[in-house]
């Protein structure tokens, strides 16, 4: 089949090393080994002209915004500036703009060789995809990450939310079928509108050619001065959601256990200072590592160093909607972890059997569990097998891409005989 997968959003840099950034790569990559051809249609490539762009064995089309688009928001970022305001107008007008540019530019191109179908990845304001899908009669099925609009109205506070709202409801509903990463999404989707028998709930997977267990590769090892102690680790964005905030007070209390323990951090963002500052100031810059960001194609062989892992999400003021990615990538590689016991978790990682749970926000329960694990090695062993296997054989990315072909599959059969 012939797909395109649309990804507006101009946060995600489809070629660089955000999750987001390998979730589409990831997806796209299990459509092209399905034998399935793909382009894919992006307003962002990479973060940095620094960072080596990864690697994408399908046609990549960079859609930039229009010269109106353009000159209208720096008219706004003018503005702006004469009267000494910061806001996040110009941000806004930029993703609503972009529709139009993004609709007219694909409707151009695929004309005369349109999409069987189109996969988006949902965004704020993103009108661009549905409106595309009608000119070219072919159907949308758009993937669902997070309650956009409520999280534009609960952390960006830009006084949108209401346009926000009325953009992702309209885009939802114009939507042949909407595929959210949870079933809290689900009832999200539900509650905008949106026909149940139009909702397929899809995880997050993982690539196995990448995650798997094996034995931690020595030049690793040295790379990260790993001691021959016990590692704890931790791979994703360094944000408050995450509950990164967490870490020092944990590894205060297990290093008086285990003397030899080291932790590991990948990943990067606007936490990163204040946990080496305080990693110092308590006396554990020495055990504790930061890799930084990393290539995805890397991030498997640092996590097979880890002998536990961590997923230490705070308890949140709304449902927990995620399907994170590390908790796979943890289990993909034998790896137990300790998670919170939120949403999607809960319902892949059984409690002694697949992983070890403790309720969101509570650091004593976290460290008692951590504790567990680690003067456990038959524990460790046993929940790292066992999470391997579910998760090769539930949630995998070529699975997920089996799913979507066939649900697409099915909308251009019904639309033969309507």
Same mark, same amino acid.
């Given at each position: 089949?012939?797909i395109l997968y649309?990804?507006p959003?101009?946060?995600?840099p489809?070629?660089g090393?955000k ?7 990831e ?5 092209a080994?399905?034998g399935?051809q793909?382009?894919?249609?992006a307003q962002?490539?990479?973060?940095s ?7 994408l ?5 960079q ?5 109106a688009?353009?000159? @209208?928001?720096?008219g706004? $970022? ?7 305001l910061e806001?996040?107008?110009p941000? %806004?007008l ?5 529709? $139009?540019d ?16 189109i996969y988006?990845r949902?965004?704020?304001y993103?009108?661009a995809?549905?409106? =595309?899908?009608?000119?070219l ?10 309650? =956009?609009a ?10 949108f ?7 992702e ?5 114009a939507?042949?079928?909407v595929?959210p990463?949870s079933?809290?999404?689900?009832e999200h989707v539900?509650?905008? &509108?949106v026909?149940? %028998?139009?909702?397929?709930?899809v995880?997050n997977g993982?690539?196995?050619?990448l ?5 931690p ?5 040295a790379?990260?001065?790993?001691n021959?102690?016990?590692v704890?680790?931790f ?5 408050p959601?995450?509950g ?5 007070s944990l590894m205060t209390r ?12 990948v990943g990067?963002?606007?936490l ?6 305080e990693?110092k100031?308590l006396?554990l ?6 890799t930084?960001a990393?290539?995805?194609? %890397?991030?498997a062989?640092v996590?097979?160093?880890?002998d =536990? ?6 308890k ?13 990538e943890y289990?993909?590689? &034998?790896?137990?972890?300790? @998670?919170a016991n939120?949403?999607?978790i ?10 070890l749970l403790?309720?969101? &926000?509570d =650091?004593?329960?976290?460290a008692?569990?951590?504790?567990q694990?680690l003067?456990?090695?038959?524990l ?6 066992a999470a391997?296997g579910?998760i090769q054989?539930d949630?995998t ?6 799913r979507?072909?066939?649900i ?9 005989t309507?």
């Open positions: 089949m012939k649309l990804c959003d101009l946060g995600i489809v070629l090393r999750g987001a950034s390998v979730h589409v790569r997806m796209i990559g299990a459509f080994r399905a399935h793909v382009v894919l249609a962002t490539l990479n973060k002209p620094w960072e080596a762009p990864a690697t064995d399908v046609p990549v089309l859609i930039r915004p229009g010269q688009s353009t000159t @209208a928001v720096q706004l $970022k003018d503005f702006n500036q004469l009267l000494a806001n996040s107008l941000g %806004e930029r993703r609503i703009l972009y529709n $139009k993004l609709a007219q530019d694909l409707a151009r191109r695929f004309e005369n060789d349109p999409p069987d179908f988006e949902a965004s704020l993103a009108t995809g549905a409106t =595309l899908a009608r000119e009669g072919a159907p949308l099925l758009l993937e669902v990450n997070a309650p =956009l409520v999280e534009q109205t609960a952390y960006r506070s830009t006084g939310g209401d346009l926000a709202d009325k953009a409801r309209w885009t939802l509903n939507a042949d079928v595929l990463v079933k809290p999404l689900r539900l509650s905008l &509108g026909l149940s %028998e139009r909702i397929h709930v995880p993982v690539n196995t050619s995650f798997s267990p094996g034995e590769d020595q030049q690793v090892r790379r990260y001065a790993v021959g102690g016990l704890l680790g791979v994703g964005g360094l944000r959601w995450h990164v905030e967490a870490l020092p297990l290093s008086k256990r285990f003397a030899d323990l080291q932790m590991i951090i990067d963002g606007q990163r200072a204040n946990l080496q500052r990693f100031q006396g810059a020495e055990k504790v590592t930061f930084g990393l290539p995805h194609d %890397e991030v062989g996590v097979r160093l880890f =536990l892992a961590v997923a230490p999400y705070p949140p003021d709304h449902d927990f909607y995620f399907s994170p990615l590390k908790l796979f289990m993909a590689c &034998g790896v137990p972890v300790v @998670a939120l949403g999607q809960a319902e892949v990682v059984v409690h002694g059997q697949t992983g403790y309720p969101a &926000g =650091l004593e329960a976290l008692l569990q951590c504790e694990a003067s456990d090695p038959s460790r062993k046993s929940v790292g097998s391997a579910v054989r949630f990315w070529e699975r997920n891409a089996q979507v072909v066939e697409a599959q099915q909308l251009l059969k019904r639309s033969k309507t």
